[in-house]
């Protein structure tokens, strides 16, 4: 059985020419190639608006779908923004293209479909094309698509594709038909492309055309409605958890942690194995919450079909234990363990101050000398409206009551985050639905680090029940797009980000709920600026490699969220 990729997923060229492929993505987070008769015309209207240099240039004019294939009359591709937009419904779709080896799969016109349960066909994304003919090619009868994130075997004697979870069958097929259009390759090295508008970097990762981060997030909350008084101004944005005026943001985190660069993997051998290295499922966060009418019938994953069932992103509900059940949406409000008192979490990390200092409390932008700007919309029997304190390491003054009102606002898990500095007090934790996060080693090279193998991150979230600490408690949320894959260098900087990243992944600060910036979709999971690479091959839009500034660059998004190699030391 075929259990990791083979060499040509690391979309390395020797040769000056390649195979463009064109895929655009559905509501469920599928990618689906287009035909190669659209594909060619789509690349001949790429290359010729990019000019001499690949992803630059001119590209402002529209490519219109209709004049390659006249079913596709009302849809055109907008270059500048990387989306498919249908004209009569307005509906905007992600589109992106990989680059392939003329020999691959799909430059020889090959593509492999699953069956619909209406009995029409539809293509598997081009790098699983590309993946099953290189492994049937070799031989292998049974492909595991593992690996590559997704929970099937590809049966090649019985034309099959097999859920493991559920064991469900469906049929699919290798069509030959025309090759799909051979492009040159004139890229400079690293990310020279067009601005890429996903969420990943609007969020505010570290290695894309980023937006400023609030100077007054305590955590990265979605975008939602927060009650404010007369006479102030609200700013909603995708991480804006803590807006009391429209202030100019702060940069960065200007003490974040230091990291140590003490490399303590250095003795690790290059080859983590091909079994999985990790799996986490985060049950000390409480019951896994599924929305009303989910299935229990299939194990699928949100981006392959499987199973007789509407849709395709239904996820087993768990087997009750006890004789009454709570509905899924109490039991998602009932929230986690008890929290600490708000008032105490203030007390814990500061000092208070009998003197004011002459300064400004840049929460309410009043002066420290007079009441609280809060104190009209924030009540506490133990904090007054004139009391003032110093934040214990980093000595920044505000009026505790400001404070107060800061933390409520945020996820109230018993950390505080100096809104002028972003020093953390505590364990910072997220909002993050409880889902899976699995890792795979295969002795590939990713772009730019060829003297080691890859590490495979996958994350598998559900969809479910948002809880108390969600946009809206009780409402159901989407989780579109996964299982996730990510990739990371195996060597020891990539070893070192993966441990950090599943610290991350136990405080629940990979992902929140919130607002897609790409789709615009309200109540789904979204990435929350730690910022991920998705893709293997050419660094076009940012998501993949070479990119030498991106291990350094998410150390520091990572410390930003409190997560350093001293947290390493803890475990």
């Not at 293509?123 to 929970?151: F, H, K, M, T, W």
């Not at 004011?356 to 104190?375: F, N, Q, R, T």
Request: include cysteine; aromatic fraction near 8%.
């Amino acid at each position: 059985m075929a259990m990791a990729p083979s060499s040509s997923l690391t979309r390395v060229y020797t040769s000056p020419v390649a195979v463009a492929v064109w895929e655009w993505q559905d509501g469920l987070g599928i990618w689906h190639p287009y035909s190669a008769t659209v594909c060619n015309f789509i690349e001949q209207q790429f290359v010729q608006q990019k000019g001499q240099r690949f992803g630059l240039g001119s590209l402002a004019h529209s490519i219109p779908l209709g004049q390659a294939d006249p079913s596709l009359a009302p849809y055109i591709i907008d270059l500048p923004n990387w989306t498919q937009f249908r004209q009569d419904t307005g509906t905007m779709r992600a589109v992106r293209r990989h680059l392939f080896a003329q020999h691959s799969a799909l430059g020889r016109g090959i593509v492999w479909e699953w069956m619909n349960d209406d009995g029409s066909w539809t293509a598997y994304e081009a790098s699983i094309c590309d993946y099953l003919e290189q492994q049937v090619a070799r031989g292998n009868q049974l492909v595991d698509l593992a690996p590559l994130g997704y929970n099937y075997v590809i049966n090649y004697a019985t034309h099959t594709q097999i859920n493991k979870t559920s064991s469900f069958c469906r049929s699919v097929r290798r069509q030959a038909g025309p090759p799909y259009p051979v492009t040159s390759i004139i890229a400079p090295p690293g990310h020279m492309g067009v601005a890429c508008s996903c969420h990943q970097c609007l969020s505010g990762g570290g290695t894309g055309p980023v937006s400023a981060r609030y100077r007054h997030s305590m955590t990265s909350l979605p975008a939602y409605p927060v009650p404010q008084p007369p006479q102030r101004t609200a700013v909603f944005g995708t991480h804006q958890a803590f807006a009391p005026y429209n202030k100019p943001s702060l940069s960065g985190a200007r003490s974040a942690p230091r990291l140590n660069t003490t490399n303590p993997w250095g003795g690790l051998p290059a080859s983590l194995g091909n079994q999985p290295l990790y799996c986490s499922s985060l049950s000390h966060l409480g019951p896994q919450h599924h929305p009303p009418g989910s299935s229990t019938a299939s194990g699928a994953s949100a981006s392959f079909p499987s199973g007789p069932v509407s849709n395709p992103g239904s996820i087993p509900a768990t087997v009750p234990v006890q004789m009454t059940k709570p509905s899924r949406v109490q039991q998602a409000l009932a929230g986690g363990p008890p929290k600490p008192e708000p008032e105490q979490v203030i007390r814990n990390y500061t000092e208070e101050l009998k003197t004011a200092p002459d300064e400004d409390c840049i929460i309410c932008m009043e002066k420290l000398s007079v009441a609280s700007g809060y104190s009209d919309v924030t009540n506490s029997k133990t904090i007054g409206p004139v009391a003032m304190g110093r934040l214990t390491k980093c000595s920044h003054a505000f009026h505790l009551l400001c404070l107060l009102a800061m933390y409520c606002n945020g996820n109230k898990d018993g950390s505080l985050q100096c809104p002028s500095c972003k020093t953390i007090y505590g364990e910072k934790t997220g909002t993050q639905p409880r889902g899976k996060m699995e890792v795979f080693s295969f002795q590939v090279s990713l772009p730019g680090h060829e003297d080691c193998g890859t590490i495979l991150i996958v994350y598998n979230i559900p969809h479910g029940i948002q809880g108390p600490e969600h946009p809206n408690p009780g409402k159901p949320f989407t989780a579109r797009g996964f299982p996730r894959q990510c990739y990371l260098p195996d060597n020891a900087q990539g070893r070192k980000v993966l441990e950090l990243l599943k610290v991350a992944w136990k405080r629940r600060l990979i992902f929140t709920v919130g607002t897609s910036s790409t789709t615009g979709e309200t109540d789904t999971v979204v990435w929350n600026e730690i910022h991920h690479k998705t893709e293997m091959d050419r660094n076009v839009t940012g998501h993949g490699y070479p990119d030498p500034n991106y291990l350094q660059n998410v150390l520091a998004e990572l410390a930003a969220q409190g997560v350093t190699e001293d947290c390493l030391e803890l475990q």
